[in-house]
């Protein structure tokens, strides 16, 4: 027989509702205060953190400006190797190498003004701040804190470029020989193929006329931070180096006039490149003007890996970057460019004088209008022969040269 269910009493109900039901405690008892502290501590962090990017982006834009200006000066300098004025040849000279760094020096005071007005510069275009810190209490190393800050004028650093003229190894402006691609391995020559340009914000004492150093660029907000105060004290050491080399020109512009001034450029005149090697450097030389030797061109050639047909027809008393043509393909092509003199035309003969600087038998450096950059004319040399082409440019003697940034 079924046995009837027995019903829980009370009691027992009771026990089982304390055993299932979750104490509850009281709610202030749950409010520890732990978020407002780890709040206070990342807060303090962060701020550190914010200080120290706040200065390094800062010095990293200085050394930006300055790497754009030392780019500037390298190139100005070596363009201007072989000319005194940007448009006239001329042999290497003392007084031309003084006026070319000096106009690389130019140029880096042009970078960082606002107006070309050296008198006055009222947006305070510079490579990095300036300031000065007097007083405080001496710590750890070179740092003093509660220092007193004052601000000079101007309050940016204003690059003054140094000629160097002696050529000293650690001044602003270096010419040399590249040997590889790094500062250390410019070798010095003062007719070199190379210029090197630098600037820097350090606490170097350099003398006068080789170098200029306007000071570590100083911490501003990290003054503030857990940085090391040997570190805080003595500042940031920004350089900024740039080497420009000579190489064989891929691309120029014509002849053209520029502000009154007349530029050097291409000239719709070739020459073969057996003709061009057998000429003597600065000599007038008569040469046949025929298809296979010089001669006019229908039109005027700006870059290597062009076909060039050669006319039975002078150009006379003119002067620019004369194409150098070789077989190439079973044609004739353009393969670089020289610098020359064309002269008086006798009927069969035309004088024509290579110009390259004797004292750099590697060919001359054009001032203006030239390029040495592959990338100018790698897509415009058709590809069957683009090989044979940049090879024959890199390898054939007295080529015009263009300043090119190598580091």
């Known amino acids: 027989m079924n046995q009837p269910r027995r019903q829980p009493t009370s009691e027992q109900c009771n026990a089982f509702a304390r055993q299932t039901t979750p104490v509850r405690r009281p709610r202030f008892a749950r409010r520890t205060g732990s978020t407002l502290v780890w709040f206070a501590m990342i807060l303090f962090g962060l701020m550190g953190l914010a200080a120290i990017v706040i200065d390094m982006g800062m010095m990293r834009l200085t050394q930006r400006q300055m790497q754009t200006a030392s780019r500037t000066a390298a190139l100005e300098a070596l363009s201007l190797r072989d000319s005194v004025d940007g448009t006239t040849f001329a042999g290497r000279t003392v007084t031309s190498d ?147 080399d000579a190489k064989p020109v891929v691309h120029v512009g014509p002849r053209r006039t520029a502000n009154g001034v007349q530029l050097p450029g291409a000239i719709p005149f070739a020459i073969t490149q057996a003709s061009w090697t057998a000429l003597s450097p ?66 069969t003969h035309l004088q024509i004088t290579k110009l390259v600087d004797p004292s750099s038998p590697d060919g001359s450096v054009a001032p203006r209008n030239a390029s040495a950059r592959l990338s100018d004319v790698w897509n415009n040399i058709p590809p069957s022969i683009r090989s044979d082409v940049i090879q024959a440019n890199r390898t054939f003697a007295d080529p015009l040269r263009s300043p090119l940034l190598v580091h």
Request: glycine share 12%.
């Open 282 to 347: 600065q000599t007038p030389t008569a040469v046949l003007i025929s298809s296979t030797t010089s001669g006019s061109l229908l039109s005027t050639l700006t870059e290597i890996g062009q076909t060039a047909i050669l006319q039975n027809s002078p150009l006379v008393n003119t002067e620019g970057y004369c194409p150098i043509v070789a077989d190439v393909g079973g044609s004739p092509v353009v393969i670089g460019f020289g610098w020359a003199t064309l002269g008086t035309f006798d009927g």
């Open 98 to 244: 003084t006026q070319r760094r000096q106009a690389a020096a130019d140029r880096v005071s042009a970078v960082f003004d606002d107006d070309f007005d050296t008198a006055a510069d009222s947006r305070n275009f510079g490579a990095g701040p300036r300031v000065t810190l007097t007083g405080g209490v001496p710590l750890t190393g070179a740092f003093q804190a509660a220092q007193d800050l004052s601000i000079p004028d101007p309050p940016v650093y204003k690059p003054d470029m140094q000629l160097n003229t002696a050529n000293a190894e650690q001044g602003d402006l270096v010419a040399g020989s590249v040997t590889g691609l790094h500062p250390e391995e410019v070798t010095l020559a003062s007719e070199g193929n190379a210029m090197l340009a630098r600037l820097r914000r350090s606490n170097e004492t350099l003398a006068a006329g080789v170098g200029d150093t306007g000071g570590n660029v100083p911490y501003l907000f990290g003054r503030g931070t857990l940085l090391a105060p040997e570190l805080r004290g003595r500042g940031v050491v920004v350089r900024a180096e740039s080497i420009a």
